[in-house]
Nanobody
């Protein structure tokens, strides 16, 4: 499975960005799709995930501000980020987990939120 993420950039606090990730390759094996992030000097952390059936899970820090969605026909996962805060600044990584439990990572896209 190959993942191509896009949509990062620089935004002011309170603004919005939308990240997208397209999967290719053995897409029929994909089960869970999601987004993680890694801020400078910190460990990579879960932001949001969505199952093939549409169940979602969010980090407490983004609940009510971020929305994850998935298009199974197009093999894409998106993250709508609203009310962005400086602490959301990080490299965001797309992730998928296959039915066999194998994980794949995208190349990362930088989100910078200025105060």
């Amino acid at each position: 499975v190959q993942l191509q993420a896009s949509g990062g950039g620089l935004v002011q606090a309170g603004g919005s960005l939308r990240l997208s990730c397209a999967a290719s390759g053995n897409i029929f094996s994909i089960n869970v799709m999601g987004w993680y992030r890694q801020a400078p000097g910190k460990q990579r952390e879960l932001v949001a995930v969505i199952t093939r059936g549409g169940s979602t899970n969010y980090a407490d820090s983004v609940k009510g501000r971020f929305t994850i969605s998935r298009d199974n026909a197009k093999n894409t996962v998106s993250l709508q980020m609203n009310s962005l805060k400086p602490e959301d600044t990080a490299v965001y990584y797309c992730n998928v987990v296959t039915l066999s439990g194998r994980g794949y990572w995208g190349q990362g896209t930088l989100v910078t939120v200025s105060s």
